[in-house]
């Protein structure tokens, strides 16, 4: 099956800063790209996503960028506020099923 | 427009005891359907997903089951709970061409 890292496992940023959080995965049939945001407590929200024929998207303050032939996605969060504060999993699809990774957690101190 | 629910929102039981969770879809036709279990800080583990009615696949192993009754019901049952079976159980869900899951507000189950 699909073997899917996060790195990293933690993460701690000052407010303001930029925050980057990197998943590798094995399967190259993989053709959608999702990170999802979990506050504590929350069910999982997706905050944004990215198919395998573009390279980079991007929503305000958070982008993804996809590397397909290296078989790694990024999520960069810019001008970090406290709110950002959760914990962070990317899932990229196997069939009917998306593979989470054990996900980053996000601390961003005032 | 679609909505998820899961109940009930909180659980505790004995162990060996039986279990039910529902999860029901509303405003959407013959979605996909997962259930997840997520330990305490943990990742979210895949343990059953269905694309259709009386269709259920198995990704791990364990003493839980899944059914899928009618078309936006899907059901998570165990007859005897271990200690480990304590967590967040969440359900998603998709549409049927469509890869985006999205998840209900999910079960919290502690077995003592």
């Known amino acids: 099956g699909e073997n899917v890292e996060q790195h990293p496992s933690t993460l701690s940023v000052q407010e303001g800063d930029s925050a980057v959080i990197k998943c590798t995965y094995s399967?190259?049939?993989?053709?959608?790209f999702p990170w999802y945001k979990q506050e504590l407590g929350k069910r999982p929200q997706l905050i944004i996503d990215?198919?395998?024929?573009?390279g980079e998207k991007k929503d305000q303050r958070i982008a993804v960028t996809l590397n397909k032939t290296a078989k790694h996605f990024s999520l960069h969060i810019t001008e970090t506020q406290p709110e950002d504060s959760a914990v962070y999993f990317c899932g990229p699809n196997s069939g009917y099923a998306l593979n989470f990774g054990k996900g980053t957690s996000l601390l961003v101190t005032p | 427009s679609q909505t998820i629910h899961q109940w009930p929102a909180t659980l505790v039981q004995p162990v060996g005891s039986p279990l039910s969770l529902e999860c029901t879809v509303e405003?959407?036709?013959?979605?996909?359907l997962y259930w997840y279990r997520q330990a305490a800080g943990r990742g979210l583990q895949l343990l059953f997903y269905s694309v259709g009615i009386g269709q259920i696949s198995s990704e791990v192993p364990q003493n839980l089951s899944a059914s899928r009754p009618q078309d936006r019901q899907f059901i998570l049952s165990s007859k005897k709970l271990l200690l480990s079976d304590s967590g967040f159980y969440l359900c998603?869900?998709?549409?049927?061409?469509?890869?985006?899951?999205?998840f209900g507000p999910g079960t919290r189950l502690t077995v003592l």
């Open positions: 399967d190259s049939a993989s053709n959608y």
């Open positions: 990215i198919r395998s024929n573009v």
């Open positions: 998603a869900w998709s549409g049927a061409l469509q890869n985006e899951q999205f």
């Open positions: 405003g959407t036709s013959n979605p996909n």
